[in-house]
């Protein structure tokens, strides 16, 4: 009976989602260091991503992914983007059974994170009203 009660419990645990394991904004990557997890991370990106965001990551058809961080990104965002995909994009969910594990979207993001630019401390420059009018036009069709 002990044995089938750990069998549920473990069951349960793997299909909470992690946002549910964890606070809603304090999940951080576990793997973020681990070397091995960070190997196996860089496997399954350029097996499942690299079409569409380069085996560099800066992007073909998709966003460059080596400036998510500098531009503010969090662990549990990117785990949400990963795992439920954006609607209206080609960037698919990833749910179970099919789609990548809780603890593979961890590593692949433990792998990007080892390529990622670090955040800038200036403060951004430019014009924004320019930017608006050229924006607008050429752009705002497409990205929303």
């Known amino acids: 009976m002990k044995g089938f009660s750990l069998a549920v419990l473990a069951v349960v645990l793997i299909t909470i989602p992690v946002s549910a394991q964890r606070g809603p904004s304090d999940a951080k990557d576990p793997f973020e260091g681990n070397d091995a997890a960070i190997k196996y991370g860089m496997g399954l990106f350029r097996g499942r991503c690299a079409d569409c965001h380069g085996v560099d990551a800066r992007g073909v058809r998709a966003p460059d992914l080596t ?11 990117l785990w949400r983007t990963v795992r439920y995909g954006v609607q209206n994009t080609e960037m ?15 590593q692949i993001l433990a792998y990007l994170k080892t390529l990622s630019a ?25 990205h929303i």
Do not use: H, K, M, Y
């Not at 400036?67 to 965002?77: F, H, I, L, N």
């Not at 800038?120 to 036009?137: A, H, K, M």
């Open 118 to 142: 670090p955040a800038s401390t200036d403060p951004p420059r430019g014009d924004p009203l320019n930017g608006e009018r050229i924006f607008r036009p050429s752009s705002a069709s497409c």
């Open 67 to 77: 400036q998510v961080w500098a531009s503010g990104r969090t662990d549990e965002g």
């Open 92 to 106: 698919p969910s990833q749910p179970p059974p099919r789609g990548a594990t809780e603890q593979e979207i961890w």
